[in-house]
């Protein structure tokens, strides 16, 4: 056996155009010194590895879309290119994987992983990569490390959130309208709505309490979380990431998250998603906000058991009335709080409909009321002026880039960037997870579009 005696360094092996080389050259990762110097003692303890040096590590996991920190660690050893990023020489030790395990359960160095997420968006905007002149946003599910046979029935107290909390804001003002259009309103509320009184049991997993039971058509049923992104539809950049567990609605986080990147990362100029953000209240804020609203119209059923549906009546906008087939109207006389949203009463006179020779076709047999009542958000203009633009061109292409880039992103992640499974658990592993992922995403949008 012959040996030769080569005299190199790892820079020579590191070639030139190597996709590391420009990751290196974009992303600048010195300000994590300054974000976790409080974190480290100058004067116990043995000398720490460089904070930079462990974000790597774990970047690098996500930008190849390695699953562990265990074949993180195996794959630097062997490989060139991922030694040279992480700023080890041929024969330095590799950071054992799991030191990096144990620092991802401090809650003080997680918040770095929002930093660095935090900062590829801010440089992707410089470099004119993102506007905010058309976002999309949408949720994708992600494995829980939780199997179905570690749920068990718990039943779970209802709390109100961010969503509520703005309802019963609106419903004061609906209420203070109240009073002007009529000269009374009704008390206020002393208790909690409740959202549905025959679910008041939850699938909880033993293993991964804060994990969800998702239960969606078309998608698998199981332990899950969400991962809720808004995409820069010019090219492709995350401008947000918030994650829930897998049971929680899409409308739930959706204006938090959206008004969170419209103050504090970039003004957005018109917003666009799928059916299932198309609520009220959405049209409602953003309208307020500023923000043009492009969703695809969520299909209504009419569940009454009567002949004359709420087609049947026409509006005068002019009167804020309807006209019932009969030609009777019918005016606002009182709001309806749900836990969906606030509607208008709109009801007719019991004594004109007491005689009404339509009556049977349009109350049913157990009506007690002896009246019609029809119910109208109180977002209902700005829904109105909404939908009203469905069919117009821009309105259409607002939708399909929408699903052009936040499809076409979440299967990119899940193929390249480990956004299938999570393997850690609780809440803020996900987010990690999930920021991390995205960060990696965006870290390839920008080398590519700035070539």
């Known amino acids: 056996m012959q040996l030769k005696l080569h005299i190199v360094t790892i820079e020579d092996l590191m070639p030139q155009k190597h996709f590391l080389r420009k990751v290196e050259s974009v992303l600048d990762l010195s300000f994590i010194q300054a974000e976790t110097s409080h974190l480290y003692s100058r004067r116990y303890g043995r000398p720490p590895i460089d904070p930079v040096v462990l974000v790597k590590y774990l970047l690098v996991g996500y930008l190849y879309g390695i699953p562990s920190e265990r074949q993180i660690e195996q794959r630097i050893q062997t490989d060139v290119a991922l030694r040279w990023y992480l700023g080890l020489d041929l024969f330095d030790a590799v950071p054992d994987h799991s030191t990096i395990s144990q620092l991802r359960r401090k809650p003080s160095f997680r918040k770095v992983f929002r930093r660095v997420f935090e900062e590829v968006v801010r440089q992707c905007i410089a470099a004119d990569l993102a506007s905010g002149r058309l976002v999309g946003t949408d949720s994708t599910h992600v494995k829980a490390s939780a199997s179905r046979a570690s749920e068990e ?14 309802l019963d804001t609106y419903e004061e003002q609906g209420l203070q309208e ?18 549905d009184n025959r679910r008041t049991h939850k699938r909880v997993s033993r293993t991964d309490p804060e994990a969800g039971h998702m239960k969606r058509p078309g998608k698998p049923e199981g332990q899950y979380y969400l991962s809720h992104q808004t995409v820069d539809c010019d090219h492709g950049v995350i401008l947000g990431v918030t994650v ?22 970039l003004p957005i100029q018109a917003a666009t998603a799928d059916a299932a953000y198309d609520f009220p209240l959405a049209h409602g804020v953003l309208e307020e906000d500023g923000i043009f609203f492009y969703v695809r119209p969520q299909p209504t059923a009419d569940r009454t058991e009567v002949t004359f549906k709420r087609d049947a009546f026409a509006y005068d906008r002019e009167k804020d009335v309807y006209h019932c087939p009969s030609g009777q109207q019918l005016r606002v006389k009182g709001l309806y709080r749900s836990a969906s949203g606030v509607y208008w009463e709109y009801w007719a006179e019991r004594s004109a409909c007491r005689p009404c020779p339509l009556r049977a076709s349009c109350l049913s047999k157990n009506d007690k009321r002896g009246a019609r009542k029809l119910l109208d958000s109180y977002f209902r203009p700005a829904v109105r002026r909404d939908l009203a633009r469905q069919d117009e061109p821009e309105y259409l292409d607002a939708l399909r880039k929408r699903q052009i880039w936040c499809e076409g992103t979440f299967a990119a992640q899940k193929w390249g960037h480990r ?13 990690d997870h999930c920021l991390l992922s995205a960060t990696a995403w965006n870290l390839k949008r920008m080398i590519k579009c700035m070539k």
């Open 153 to 166: 029935l718990v039943e779970m107290p209802e709390e109100p959130g961010a969503y509520w909390e703005r």
């Open 178 to 195: 109240l009073e002007k259009r009529i000269g009374r309103r009704r008390k206020k509320r002393s208790k909690q709505i409740k959202r």
């Open 244 to 265: 829930t567990p897998g049971d929680v609605h899409d409308s739930v986080p959706y204006l938090d998250h959206l008004e969170e990147i419209h103050r504090n990362i």
């Open 419 to 431: 956004l299938t499974r999570i393997l850690r658990r609780g809440l803020e592993a996900a987010e």
